[in-house]
């Protein structure tokens, strides 16, 4: 069984990431929090069905899931102000940093210990980053951060997603399924989008935007499945190959100038990813 989740782990990838450029095209023309707002009210309707394949969870899991979908909101938000101020392949590697902050928080709070492999994969990360950030010009501190505007709201959502990941874990562990967590995510993030639902969205590519949600749907229902099935530390790397399908197709469907500097930090990232989920 272990091939097959590694298969469906790495189609779902796929998943996310064509859903991910078809976003960054339609964010030239709308705001982030509109996107946002769009994004969760779309969800809803497309994991509705689940309504039928499910049981109404206890109050305490219900609670923990508000959470996560108030969470989801802030995370969603950031991530596409981000994709919205630079080029996708260029910001969405920094998704990856989630598995750092993590690490970061559990030796500065829980008083975990890093063995030899998380502190190369925290170096490695570290160094991919690097690599990425400063492959535009940089003259003084001004330019740096100018140029890197997008990669810091992506590395804010990125801490977010990591508290994210711990909560829904959490949840499949002691509570609920993976269905069910998807559904009552999904409706909670959409409660929460409908009282800001009453200006007019300037979106005019209804169908693809549908197609785009329909994609990153199912990709994660095909990743909750297998984290329902198997350890966080066999499924989270794969999260890593994600930034390398993303340059691939950000090169041939949105033009990006994908050069080496970026694809040297593309590596690095991805293996440092894998490296600190080594336990």
């Known amino acids: 069984m272990a091939v097959l989740y590694d298969i469906l782990l790495i189609v779902a990838m796929l998943l996310f990431s064509i859903g991910k450029v078809i976003d960054k095209k339609l964010l030239h023309s709308i705001p982030s929090i509109q996107f946002t707002l769009l994004t969760f009210l779309v969800d809803f309707a497309v994991v509705f069905p689940l309504v039928f394949f499910i049981e109404l969870p206890s109050f305490p899991a219900l609670a923990l899931i508000a959470l996560v979908a108030a969470l989801s909101w802030i ?14 392949s260029r910001v969405s590697p920094f998704e990856k940093f989630t598995v750092l902050f993590a690490i970061l928080f559990g030796f500065l709070f829980l008083n975990e210990r890093l063995g030899a492999f998380q502190y190369l ?33 992506v590395l804010l959502s990125s801490i977010m997603s990591g508290i994210i990941n711990f909560f829904s874990k ?34 005019k590519k209804w169908g693809i935007f549908t197609v785009s949600k329909v994609l990153a749907m199912a990709g994660m229902l095909l990743y909750f499945f297998v984290l329902s099935k198997q350890e966080l530390s066999l499924t989270v790397p794969f999260l ?6 993303i340059a691939f197709l950000g090169k041939h469907f949105l033009d990006e100038k994908v050069k080496l500097l970026r694809i040297l930090g593309l590596i690095l990232i991805g293996a440092g990813y894998i490296l600190v989920k080594i336990v």
């Open 240 to 245: 890593a190959i994600q930034p390398l399908f």
């Open 75 to 88: 995370t969603e938000n950031l991530f596409y102000r981000g994709v919205q101020l630079d080029e996708l």
């Open 170 to 203: 959490f949840i499949l562990d002691l509570f609920v399924g993976f269905m069910a967590l998807l559904f009552f995510r999904k409706l909670f993030s959409a409660l929460i989008a409908l009282p800001l639902a009453r200006k007019p969205i300037a979106l």
């Open 121 to 153: 994969g925290a170096f490695t990360l570290v160094a991919g980053g690097f690599l990425i950030s400063f492959e535009k010009p940089i003259n003084h501190i001004g330019s740096f951060l100018l140029h890197n505007k997008g990669i810091f709201f």
